[in-house]
């Protein structure tokens, strides 16, 4: 695959990185940047052959095949136009518009033009996600009631993030997009999500949008999916999942406690990690960021993607679902109430069922049963037409 990167900032480098790491076969040919310094200099550092300020010029050049979105979040939408009218596939980072009306457009775009939108979320394609979608697709832990996911770090390292207009809000169209989507996964993208309930505060930061949020999004089935971001927690960047189904938990740390750590008293400068806060004491590294992130596996699946001419695992409909249910959430926020999550275009197929509770016998169902200290058994049955509750030995 023969590739272009509109940008030349923090992700674009983590993407280039991943490009060009383990003898892959995909080559960077073309680089946008703003600045013909800065896109010279990326050229440069990747051994990348052509270099632009035009991202039409980047876009319709005949030595590209697919063209990687890292711009701000302001520029997706023209970005993704003007790769759609030069008919190229498009992988887009996150979140994929700045608001459901954004996206929608850019899914349209896409659709039209008969070229694959790739959504880059990463955070659904570390290993440890990776692991944990495979093992409840295969019923380990049942079905799925709730999905929390938290990603909460100091604050973005670019000015145009904490600029509301240009970003689309604060820490949770930044970071809550991710959240959103690993429950998602978790839950079943073919449940719809129905309401949200929505906490957003400036509780530290002198800026117009959220620093800090909480909601829970309701599926069509009952379960929820709760995010937790925040861009004033203080010692590193917090990424957790946990999962609870009605047959088995999954819990994932995926970057602050990973099993490594290291002591030093601060000799050499380092690199640590993402947002890692200090360079001494005990530090938490992550062996290889770009695959433990999920880039590796995330490019495969979409260059795999546009090869058999199918939808990549993370694509722009799952992007529009993400910014649809991020809309409730800012207008929840406000509102202080359930608000339902507006979706002009639905495409999950699911089929509510009836629940099944455990019987006991045929009077009763066993709503629990446990070991005590003391060795006895105790089974806490549920009458099947009286609806009393009783104990037995
Ligand atoms: N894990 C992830 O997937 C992840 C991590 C970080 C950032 N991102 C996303 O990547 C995108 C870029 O973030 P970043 O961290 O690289 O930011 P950055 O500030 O480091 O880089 C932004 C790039 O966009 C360019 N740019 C900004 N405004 C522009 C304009 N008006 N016209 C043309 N180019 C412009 C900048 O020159 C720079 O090359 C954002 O959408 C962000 O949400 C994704």
Redesign the pocket.
């Known amino acids: 695959m023969k590739l272009a990167i509109l940008?030349?900032?923090?992700?674009?480098r983590?993407y280039a990185e991943s490009l060009v790491a383990q003898r892959r076969k995909d080559v960077v040919t073309m680089v946008y940047?703003?600045t013909e310094a800065?896109a010279k200099k990326f050229a440069d550092d990747y051994n990348i052959p052509h270099y632009t300020t035009s991202i039409h010029e980047a876009a319709a050049h005949p030595d590209v095949d697919a063209v990687i979105i890292?711009?701000?979040?302001?520029?997706?939408l023209e970005a993704v136009l003007a790769c759609a009218a030069a008919g190229k596939h498009v992988l887009c980072?996150?979140?994929l518009g700045r608001n459901g009306a954004e996206a929608l457009q850019m899914l349209r775009a896409v659709e039209a033009a008969g070229v694959v939108g790739g959504y880059?979320?990463?955070?659904c394609y570390t290993p440890k996600f990776l692991k944990s979608l495979a093992a409840i697709k295969a019923g380990s832990i049942g079905e799925v009631t709730w999905a929390k996911s938290r990603e909460t770090h100091p604050g973005?390292?670019?000015d145009?993030?904490w600029d509301k207009e240009k970003s689309g809000g604060g820490a949770m169209i930044?970071l809550g997009c991710?959240c959103v989507e690993i429950s998602r996964n978790f839950i079943g993208k073919h449940i719809r999500p129905v309401e949200v309930m929505c906490w957003a505060d400036t509780r530290v930061h002198p800026i117009d949008a959220e620093d800090n949020a909480i909601a829970l999004v309701k599926y069509e089935n009952g379960a929820i999916g709760q995010f937790e971001v925040s861009w004033s927690f203080r010692g590193g960047m917090d990424l957790r999942d946990e999962v609870m189904g009605t047959e088995g938990t999954i819990w994932a740390n995926n970057f602050l406690r990973t099993g490594f750590e290291m002591f030093t008293t601060g000799k050499g400068t380092n690199y640590v990690a993402e947002k890692a806060e200090s360079s001494s004491g005990w530090l938490f590294p992550v062996g290889d960021e770009v695959h433990e992130?999920g880039y590796s596996h995330m490019f495969t699946d979409m260059f795999d993607a546009i090869d058999q001419k199918r939808e990549p695992a993370e694509n722009f409909y799952d992007g529009y679902v993400v910014n649809a249910i991020l809309d409730a959430a800012y207008l929840s926020a406000k509102t202080k109430k359930w608000e339902p999550v507006q979706l002009a275009d639905w495409r999950g197929k699911y089929e509510q069922v009836q629940k099944q509770y455990q019987s006991f016998d045929d009077n009763y169902y066993l709503i629990k049963e446990e070991v005590l200290p003391t060795g006895e058994k105790k089974r806490i049955l549920k009458h099947k037409k009286t609806g009393s509750i009783e104990v037995r030995s």
């Not at 940008?7 to 674009?12: A, K, V, Y």
């Not at 890292?70 to 997706?76: R, V």
């Open positions: 940008g030349s900032g923090f992700i674009s983590f940047s703003r800065n890292g711009l701000s979040n302001d520029m997706h980072t996150k979140p880059l979320e990463d955070l973005p390292h670019s145009w993030f930044d991710h992130l």
